[in-house]
């Protein structure tokens, strides 16, 4: 992948914007289609947060997505797709209902009303204002990662959590790339050091190349968690150029899941919402069965690289009694 920029964006057609709130401690991270993609997802934590997720079943009926949304705001950070279909609507995107058009913007949002940000933001939530900012703010090429967007209120049982992204290349071509909000009640590094459970899937120190601890005790595994308040989630999604049905893209979040379980340590927790999206723009086709095999084995991969590059690329909330970021940690 000549061009590559290990982002979401290395996928031809899709654009990816944030609204970013540092004194509220939260955020927004939208993924915007150029034209309407095969999506689905999947839902492995206990306790979820999501708007038209049921849609993506691979039984209902609507098959294709204009944008994707992920939020920090917890049921709060819900409003945000309402001003992404607002962005949508104006501009003639969605879904042909008779006359009328309808955008379909399936979310997810993590819980971070607890991280020391400034919650008091009256009567309305601010996050139908800043769902409409991150979709104005879409575009293609770089964007920003770690403290940013849905991943700017996000932490973890050790050290703040981020957004993360990353992108793989199969060996027929087809392109795949995630981009994941980190908020985990477990940890994505081993023990209390700087190691990162997903060292094995690690590109070109894309999270500090240091690899896994040189022995593993038996305290690395033991359960770390935030505590007693509910203040987890992760969320992401992965993407591919590929040709897929619905089904396809069903398992391939799937897959990408089995990415967080190698990631964070533990996942899908019964506090945790853990949901995963998946889409597909469907550039290039799949010629063998083998070709899907290995887009759901590099979704697993990508998804993982893509949530420690989260963490590594946090810096810590300007708020007091934040929690520290993995550089102010380890440096």
């Not at 104006?90 to 020391?116: C, F, H, W, Y």
């Not at 992760?234 to 590929?242: F, R």
């Amino acid at each position: 992948m000549t061009d590559r920029l290990n982002l979401l964006t290395d996928i031809e057609g899709v654009s990816v914007g944030h609204a970013t709130d540092l004194a509220l401690g939260s955020g927004v991270t939208v993924v915007v289609f150029d034209e309407p993609a095969i999506a689905s997802g999947s839902v492995l934590g206990g306790a979820p947060g999501g708007r038209d997720t049921a849609l993506l079943d691979p039984a209902m009926t609507v098959d294709k997505v204009d944008a994707l949304v992920l939020s920090g705001g917890s049921a709060f950070g819900l409003d945000a797709a309402g001003g992404v279909q607002a962005g949508l609507r104006a501009i003639g995107r969605g879904l042909e209902v008779g006359s009328t058009k309808v955008p379909i913007v399936p979310q997810a949002i993590l819980m971070d009303l607890l991280n020391g940000g400034n919650k008091d933001w009256g009567l309305y939530s601010p996050y139908r204002e800043m769902g409409y900012e991150a979709f104005r703010a879409a575009s293609k090429g770089e964007f920003a990662l770690g403290t940013v967007g849905a991943g700017t209120g996000a932490t973890t049982a050790t050290v703040k959590g981020g957004l993360g992204s990353a992108s793989a290349l199969s060996s027929r071509g087809h392109r795949i790339a995630a981009l994941v909000a980190v908020n985990a009640l477990g940890s994505a590094t081993v023990g209390d050091g700087p190691h990162f459970w997903a060292a094995p899937f690690e590109e070109h120190a894309e999270f500090g190349g240091l690899g896994l601890p040189a022995a593993f005790t038996a305290g690395d595994t033991s359960l770390r968690l935030k505590g007693v308040n509910l203040k987890a989630t992760t969320i992401g999604l992965v993407v591919t150029d590929a040709r897929l049905t619905k089904a396809q893209a069903h398992r391939l979040s799937i897959m990408a899941q089995d990415g967080l379980a190698r990631a964070v340590l533990p996942a899908h927790l019964p506090a945790d919402g853990d949901t995963v999206f998946a889409a597909a723009t469907g550039k290039t086709a799949l010629d063998d069965p083998m070709d899907f095999m290995e887009l759901c084995h590099l979704a697993t991969l990508t998804f993982a690289r893509a949530a420690a590059r989260g963490v590594y690329e946090a810096t810590t909330l300007p708020v007091a009694g934040a929690q520290a970021c993995w550089r102010d940690r380890h440096g």
